[in-house]
């Protein structure tokens, strides 16, 4: 994995401590993240709204639960100790005027703010409302959210939960979202909206372990994020199928020991693939949980350099195996294949969104991924089968380490967190997707990049 070593100067080395306070160099935060047994906040959480504010007091009650302290805050509220967050809930708001209260009530207590904090404003979906400026202040609710978060500093995050008005009056369905842009798993998630619809939500009874006697199929698992994305869904309790090509049986059988998963050599790209994946879970149980889409590739050149069989065998790796493997799983008299309620999780990129040079091959797939997850996600609506995707920005990886190192410090620094993140960054945001409670998240890209100015 590639090393930041300008982060470790900046931050643990007296002289180079000395010498970028002195200079004005930016100084990037050792970011809080998620360890088994962690409190899901360092410091109380000051809870806001305008009007009724109707979804105040779920998030008020979420957060007791997980064990935080919770105050109400107003715009003369007096802070004593630094805030691990601050959940604000603009649901009610309709005219641009209300849009002061939010910030009279948020401004100050942004200044309280400790390290690695958490600012999570709700409101609701623009596309529920009929009226154009009630449309246009929630909407505005996204360039506030966007805009503060690159003004945070020592590590904290601002994100936005765009709630549907039919869901508001389910604290069930807001649970899950909630606690992981509060937690220091989504810590290099920055700046993003996320949409909570209505859905049946299962009871969570354990937060630690949500996916405990759930299957998960992870492909490319054999090195990098796939592992890592393992990794973690082996700590939230899963029983893990991993797919590698054969090539990487001995890397895949290595990382799948070592989490008491199955490894499952197959190439994603073969027609039969699909059938593999059903008939390995059929062994393990009745029906598929959770499907990872991960395995992909790059075949890097300028587009006009680009032959037939780069262009290719891109495109057939990173999206059209998708297609086939999904085409398998989703029948429903297939034994092992995906589960009614059940979840897809594709790994997009920010290249699909913004582009990237020498690149058109990869940014086409990965967009290609985005618009998958956004029409599959509405056909399989009525299996209550959630669909969604991750797009990671620069993430510190075997393949970035290779990158030359002008480019990868710019790569690294031109986000609002100054500075990579980690496959486990990945990992995490996936494994979110992949939770039951969940269920009323679908459809949706969500960036793991810091807020990268890529694509913004």
Sequence with gaps: M???????????????????????????EMLRRYEEGQDLLVGPAAVAGIGDAPVAASASAILKASGAVVMHATPETSYDARLG????????ARTLDQL???????????????????????????????????????????????????????????????????????????????????????AYVDGQPVRVRTADVPDVSDWRHPMRGRIAVITGAARGIGAEIAKVFARAGATLILVDIPASGDALSKVAN??????????????????????????????????????????DKLFVNTDENRWGSVLDV??????????????????????????????ASISGIGGNRGQANYAASKAGVIGMVRQLSQNLADRQITVNAVAPGFIETEMTAKIPFATREVGRRLNSLLQGGRPGDVGEAIAFFAEPGSAGVTGQVLRVCGQSQLGA
């Design 2 to 28: 590639s090393k930041d070593t300008y982060s470790k100067l900046v931050n643990k080395n007296p002289i180079g401590k000395k010498v970028a306070g002195q200079l004005g160099l930016p100084k990037p």
């Design 85 to 92: 967050a601050i959940v604000f809930d603009a649901t009610a």
């Design 100 to 186: 002061d209260e939010l910030r009279a009530t948020v401004a100050p207590a942004i200044k309280k703010l400790g390290a690695s904090a958490r600012l999570v404003i709700i409101g609701t979906t623009p596309a529920d409302l009929g009226d154009a400026e009630a449309a246009a202040t929630q909407q505005a609710l996204e360039g506030i959210t966007r805009s503060v978060g690159k003004e945070l500093r020592r590590g904290s995050t601002a994100n936005l939960l765009w709630v549907d008005r039919d869901a508001q009056g389910d604290a069930s369905v807001l649970a899950a979202p909630l606690r992981f842009l509060l937690s220091a798993r989504s």
């Design 258 to 299: 070592s989490l008491g998963a199955t490894a499952l050599q197959t190439d994603v790209t073969s027609a039969d693939a699909g059938a593999k994946i059903a008939e390995a879970v059929a062994r393990k149980g009745d029906k598929l949980d959770v499907m990872v889409h991960n395995a992909g590739i790059t075949r």
């Design 318 to 347: 990173n999206l059209r195996s998708q297609f086939r493997i999904n085409e398998t799983l989703l029948d429903p008299s297939v034994a092992g294949g995906l589960a009614d309620g059940g979840r897809i999780i594709a790994v």
